[in-house]
Protein backbone atom coordinates (compact mmCIF):
# COMPACT_ATOMS: atom_id res chain seq x y z
CA UNK A 1 0.00 0.00 0.00
CA UNK A 2 1.24 3.47 -0.97
CA UNK A 3 1.85 6.23 1.36
CA UNK A 4 -0.76 8.11 -0.04
CA UNK A 5 -3.57 5.04 0.20
CA UNK A 6 -2.58 4.66 3.14
CA UNK A 7 -3.11 7.86 4.84
CA UNK A 8 -6.45 8.09 2.87
CA UNK A 9 -7.61 5.07 4.87
CA UNK A 10 -6.40 6.71 8.05
CA UNK A 11 -8.40 9.58 7.61
CA UNK A 12 -11.69 7.71 6.68
CA UNK A 13 -11.11 5.34 9.78
CA UNK A 14 -11.46 8.78 11.34
CA UNK A 15 -14.74 9.94 10.21
CA UNK A 16 -16.11 6.16 10.77
CA UNK A 17 -14.60 6.15 14.20
CA UNK A 18 -13.92 9.97 15.45
CA UNK A 19 -16.29 11.99 13.29
CA UNK A 20 -20.19 11.57 13.89
CA UNK A 21 -23.01 13.01 11.67
CA UNK A 22 -24.03 16.60 12.42
CA UNK A 23 -27.62 18.45 11.53
CA UNK A 24 -31.23 18.51 11.71
CA UNK A 25 -31.91 16.40 8.91
CA UNK A 26 -30.99 12.87 7.00
CA UNK A 27 -29.85 15.06 4.09
CA UNK A 28 -27.58 17.58 6.81
CA UNK A 29 -25.97 14.30 8.62
CA UNK A 30 -25.19 12.17 5.60
CA UNK A 31 -23.55 15.46 4.01
CA UNK A 32 -21.61 16.32 6.69
CA UNK A 33 -20.23 12.52 7.12
CA UNK A 34 -19.42 12.18 4.04
CA UNK A 35 -18.27 15.41 2.25
CA UNK A 36 -14.82 14.49 3.86
CA UNK A 37 -14.69 11.14 2.07
CA UNK A 38 -16.27 11.48 -1.23
CA UNK A 39 -12.65 11.22 -3.13
CA UNK A 40 -11.55 8.10 -1.55
CA UNK A 41 -14.89 6.61 -0.38
CA UNK A 42 -14.90 4.03 -3.32
CA UNK A 43 -11.47 2.55 -2.67
CA UNK A 44 -12.01 2.44 0.70
CA UNK A 45 -15.67 0.77 1.21
CA UNK A 46 -14.09 -1.83 -1.58
CA UNK A 47 -12.39 -3.86 0.92
CA UNK A 48 -15.95 -3.71 2.99
CA UNK A 49 -18.66 -3.62 0.86
CA UNK A 50 -18.97 -6.92 -0.31
CA UNK A 51 -21.67 -9.17 -2.75
CA UNK A 52 -21.98 -6.25 -4.66
CA UNK A 53 -20.41 -7.95 -7.39
CA UNK A 54 -22.43 -10.98 -7.02
CA UNK A 55 -25.54 -9.20 -6.62
CA UNK A 56 -25.23 -6.76 -10.59
CA UNK A 57 -23.98 -10.07 -12.29
CA UNK A 58 -27.43 -11.83 -10.88
CA UNK A 59 -29.92 -8.83 -11.68
CA UNK A 60 -31.72 -9.42 -15.14
CA UNK A 61 -31.23 -7.14 -17.56
CA UNK A 62 -32.58 -6.69 -21.09
CA UNK A 63 -32.39 -4.53 -23.78
CA UNK A 64 -34.15 -0.65 -23.17
CA UNK A 65 -34.48 -1.44 -19.58
CA UNK A 66 -34.81 1.31 -16.93
CA UNK A 67 -32.75 1.18 -13.64
CA UNK A 68 -33.16 3.08 -9.92
CA UNK A 69 -30.52 3.21 -7.57
CA UNK A 70 -31.05 4.70 -4.29
CA UNK A 71 -28.70 5.25 -2.13
CA UNK A 72 -26.23 5.56 -4.94
CA UNK A 73 -23.25 7.53 -3.66
CA UNK A 74 -20.79 7.56 -6.40
CA UNK A 75 -22.34 6.10 -8.98
CA UNK A 76 -19.82 3.29 -8.76
CA UNK A 77 -22.50 0.40 -9.07
CA UNK A 78 -23.08 1.26 -12.80
CA UNK A 79 -19.80 0.05 -13.68
CA UNK A 80 -20.78 -3.47 -11.93
CA UNK A 81 -23.11 -3.91 -15.11
CA UNK A 82 -20.66 -4.04 -17.00
CA UNK A 83 -21.05 -4.59 -20.57
CA UNK A 84 -24.69 -4.66 -20.16
CA UNK A 85 -24.83 -1.26 -18.69
CA UNK A 86 -25.54 -0.07 -22.55
CA UNK A 87 -28.76 -2.04 -22.83
CA UNK A 88 -30.14 0.54 -20.37
CA UNK A 89 -32.17 3.11 -21.42
CA UNK A 90 -32.69 5.57 -18.86
CA UNK A 91 -31.41 4.79 -15.15
CA UNK A 92 -31.41 7.72 -12.25
CA UNK A 93 -28.81 7.54 -8.98
CA UNK A 94 -30.71 8.68 -6.55
CA UNK A 95 -28.78 10.05 -2.94
CA UNK A 96 -29.11 12.68 -0.49
CA UNK A 97 -25.48 13.44 -0.39
CA UNK A 98 -24.47 16.18 -3.14
CA UNK A 99 -20.66 15.75 -2.53
CA UNK A 100 -20.87 11.77 -3.53
CA UNK A 101 -23.41 12.70 -6.46
CA UNK A 102 -21.06 14.89 -7.46
CA UNK A 103 -18.62 12.49 -7.60
CA UNK A 104 -21.30 10.10 -9.16
CA UNK A 105 -21.59 13.35 -12.08
CA UNK A 106 -17.48 12.78 -12.90
CA UNK A 107 -18.17 9.48 -13.63
CA UNK A 108 -21.01 9.89 -15.81
CA UNK A 109 -19.13 12.43 -18.06
CA UNK A 110 -15.83 9.96 -18.37
CA UNK A 111 -17.24 7.34 -19.16
CA UNK A 112 -20.27 8.50 -21.43
CA UNK A 113 -22.94 7.38 -20.12
CA UNK A 114 -25.91 9.93 -21.48
CA UNK A 115 -28.80 7.71 -20.54
CA UNK A 116 -27.81 8.07 -16.79
CA UNK A 117 -28.80 10.85 -14.67
CA UNK A 118 -28.39 11.55 -11.26
CA UNK A 119 -31.04 12.81 -8.68
CA UNK A 120 -30.27 14.45 -4.91
CA UNK A 121 -33.31 13.16 -3.66
CA UNK A 122 -35.24 11.08 -0.45
CA UNK A 123 -35.51 7.29 -1.64
CA UNK A 124 -38.15 7.36 0.40
CA UNK A 125 -40.19 9.95 -1.81
CA UNK A 126 -38.48 9.32 -5.55
CA UNK A 127 -40.30 8.88 -8.22
CA UNK A 128 -38.48 8.26 -11.25
CA UNK A 129 -40.48 9.74 -14.32
CA UNK A 130 -41.93 6.72 -15.95
CA UNK A 131 -41.45 2.81 -14.09
CA UNK A 132 -38.84 0.86 -13.73
CA UNK A 133 -37.55 -2.35 -14.76
CA UNK A 134 -34.94 -3.00 -11.90
CA UNK A 135 -34.06 -0.96 -8.52
CA UNK A 136 -31.33 -2.13 -6.45
CA UNK A 137 -30.64 -0.40 -3.10
CA UNK A 138 -27.12 -1.28 -1.85
CA UNK A 139 -25.61 -0.89 1.66
CA UNK A 140 -28.02 1.93 1.63
CA UNK A 141 -31.12 0.53 3.51
CA UNK A 142 -29.56 -0.09 7.05
CA UNK A 143 -28.93 3.31 6.69
CA UNK A 144 -32.54 4.96 5.94
CA UNK A 145 -34.81 5.92 9.07
CA UNK A 146 -37.73 4.92 7.49
CA UNK A 147 -36.01 1.98 5.03
CA UNK A 148 -39.41 0.56 5.60
CA UNK A 149 -41.25 3.12 3.05
CA UNK A 150 -37.82 2.85 0.78
CA UNK A 151 -38.74 -1.24 0.29
CA UNK A 152 -42.47 0.20 -0.06
CA UNK A 153 -41.09 2.99 -2.31
CA UNK A 154 -39.40 0.87 -4.35
CA UNK A 155 -42.33 -1.23 -4.76
CA UNK A 156 -44.62 1.48 -6.55
CA UNK A 157 -41.85 2.37 -8.84
CA UNK A 158 -41.09 -1.10 -10.20
CA UNK A 159 -43.03 -2.13 -13.07
CA UNK A 160 -44.86 -5.52 -12.28
CA UNK A 161 -42.34 -8.18 -13.11
CA UNK A 162 -39.53 -6.05 -12.18
CA UNK A 163 -36.96 -6.93 -10.09
CA UNK A 164 -35.55 -5.46 -6.79
CA UNK A 165 -31.90 -5.85 -5.91
CA UNK A 166 -30.08 -5.51 -1.83
CA UNK A 167 -27.31 -6.17 -0.53
CA UNK A 168 -26.61 -4.69 3.01
CA UNK A 169 -25.60 -5.54 6.39
CA UNK A 170 -27.95 -7.66 8.83
CA UNK A 171 -28.45 -9.86 11.45
CA UNK A 172 -30.67 -12.72 12.12
CA UNK A 173 -33.75 -12.74 14.15
CA UNK A 174 -32.92 -14.47 17.14
CA UNK A 175 -35.65 -17.29 15.95
CA UNK A 176 -35.54 -16.72 12.06
CA UNK A 177 -38.28 -18.40 9.78
CA UNK A 178 -37.74 -21.60 8.03
CA UNK A 179 -34.85 -21.27 5.07
CA UNK A 180 -32.92 -18.08 7.04
CA UNK A 181 -29.62 -18.54 8.97
CA UNK A 182 -29.51 -18.14 12.49
CA UNK A 183 -26.99 -15.65 13.91
CA UNK A 184 -25.05 -16.56 17.28
CA UNK A 185 -25.75 -13.99 20.27
CA UNK A 186 -22.58 -12.58 19.71
CA UNK A 187 -23.40 -12.01 16.56
CA UNK A 188 -26.85 -10.49 16.79
CA UNK A 189 -25.37 -8.49 20.07
CA UNK A 190 -22.02 -6.86 19.13
CA UNK A 191 -22.55 -6.06 15.62
CA UNK A 192 -25.54 -3.26 16.02
CA UNK A 193 -23.37 -2.01 18.69
CA UNK A 194 -20.84 -1.28 16.73
CA UNK A 195 -21.75 -0.35 13.28
CA UNK A 196 -25.02 2.09 15.41
CA UNK A 197 -21.90 4.55 16.35
CA UNK A 198 -22.27 6.01 12.61
CA UNK A 199 -25.61 5.36 11.98
CA UNK A 200 -25.84 2.23 10.16
CA UNK A 201 -28.56 0.09 11.94
CA UNK A 202 -28.53 -3.87 11.00
CA UNK A 203 -31.92 -4.98 11.01
CA UNK A 204 -32.95 -8.68 11.57
CA UNK A 205 -36.46 -7.69 9.42
CA UNK A 206 -35.25 -6.89 6.12
CA UNK A 207 -35.16 -10.30 4.90
CA UNK A 208 -38.32 -11.68 6.43
CA UNK A 209 -40.01 -8.34 4.33
CA UNK A 210 -38.26 -8.18 1.30
CA UNK A 211 -39.43 -12.14 0.96
CA UNK A 212 -42.80 -11.46 2.32
CA UNK A 213 -43.22 -8.68 -0.69
CA UNK A 214 -41.50 -10.23 -3.90
CA UNK A 215 -41.03 -13.49 -4.85
CA UNK A 216 -37.43 -14.90 -4.24
CA UNK A 217 -35.14 -15.12 -6.99
CA UNK A 218 -31.70 -15.04 -5.53
CA UNK A 219 -31.06 -15.02 -1.62
CA UNK A 220 -27.45 -15.38 -0.17
CA UNK A 221 -26.09 -15.00 3.42
CA UNK A 222 -22.85 -14.73 3.60
CA UNK A 223 -20.15 -13.05 6.03
CA UNK A 224 -17.40 -10.72 4.75
CA UNK A 225 -13.97 -9.20 6.22
CA UNK A 226 -13.93 -5.50 7.47
CA UNK A 227 -10.12 -3.82 6.94
CA UNK A 228 -7.69 -3.50 9.69
CA UNK A 229 -9.82 -5.70 11.99
CA UNK A 230 -8.32 -9.60 11.54
CA UNK A 231 -10.50 -12.39 12.80
CA UNK A 232 -13.56 -10.75 12.51
CA UNK A 233 -16.68 -11.06 9.59
CA UNK A 234 -19.88 -9.45 9.79
CA UNK A 235 -22.65 -10.99 7.73
CA UNK A 236 -24.04 -9.43 4.82
CA UNK A 237 -27.27 -10.75 2.56
CA UNK A 238 -27.74 -10.53 -1.22
CA UNK A 239 -31.66 -10.24 -2.03
CA UNK A 240 -32.94 -10.28 -5.72
CA UNK A 241 -36.52 -10.34 -5.93
CA UNK A 242 -39.61 -9.99 -8.07
CA UNK A 243 -42.62 -7.82 -8.33
CA UNK A 244 -46.06 -10.33 -9.63
CA UNK A 245 -47.39 -9.35 -12.63
Known amino acids: MSNSAF ?34 YDSFRAKMLH ?13 GNTWADLGAGTGENAERFGLRLHQLRRAWLVDLAPSLLQMADERIRRHDWSQITTVCDDVTRF ?19 DWIQAVENAWRML ?3 GYLGVVDFYVSRKHPPNGLRRHRWM ?15 LNSDHLPLLRSKF ?31
Not at 189 to 200: E, G, I, T
Not at 220 to 227: A, C, D, H, I, V
Open 7 to 40: LMNLKTLWYLTARRERGSSQAERLENFYSGQALW
Open 51 to 63: GRDALFENLPLSE
Open 127 to 145: APPEPADIVTISYSLSMIP
Open 159 to 161: KPG
Open 187 to 201: TRSLWPLWFACDNVF
Open 215 to 245: ETVLLEERFGSLPFIPFFKVPHYVFIGRKPE
